[in-house]
């Protein structure tokens, strides 16, 4: 008896370690999708102060990133796009009004979204949604529509066009 319960005490506890080194090592640019779902949230809010505050979180995140701890097929998606998602969060952080803001969210979703194709940035869906009023992508962690283009105006206008 003594020994089944050793044995299950270290089989827990190596069970915990295995994965807290799973998580240390496997989402190194996880938190970029969740800080671009931010940034897209606080567009859907109308929070121009909150779209800044995540934008510059985002820029310094991305520079942030070691490339070098990243996985080969990381790497190859990652590069060719850290300094365009640099840049387009560095044009959302200094925009200063919405429709700024709102402009330079275009190139940056489908520079997320790039990355995110190409890197499984989430265990859950992420939706790939489409305004047809500004011709415009974005990503979201919910199928039902909130478009980030317009706030209030137009909430729900738009569409699903991908799940990654």
Not at 73 to 95: G, R, T, Y
Not at 129 to 150: R, V
Request: aromatic fraction near 8%; glycine fraction near 4%; proline fraction near 3%.
């Amino acid at each position: 008896m003594m020994k089944s319960l050793i044995l299950s005490t270290i089989l827990l506890f190596s069970s915990f370690s295995s994965r807290g080194h799973l998580l240390s090592t496997d989402g190194h640019l996880s938190p970029l999708l969740n800080l671009y779902l931010d940034i897209k949230d606080a567009l859907v809010s109308s929070d121009a102060a909150t779209a800044t505050a995540k934008a510059a979180e985002f820029a310094k995140a991305v520079n942030a990133v070691d490339v070098n701890s990243l996985t080969a097929d990381e790497q190859a998606a990652f590069k060719p796009l850290q300094q365009k998602l640099s840049a387009d969060a560095d044009l959302i952080a200094k925009a200063g009004d919405l429709a700024g803001q709102r402009a330079a969210f275009k190139e940056f979703s489908d520079h997320v979204y790039a990355l995110s194709k190409a890197v499984k940035l989430s265990d859950k869906p992420v939706y790939q949604q489409y305004c047809p009023m500004k011709k415009s992508y974005w990503l979201s962690k919910d199928a039902a529509i909130k478009n980030p283009y317009y706030g209030k105006q137009m909430l729900t206008c738009g569409k699903v066009s991908d799940t990654l």
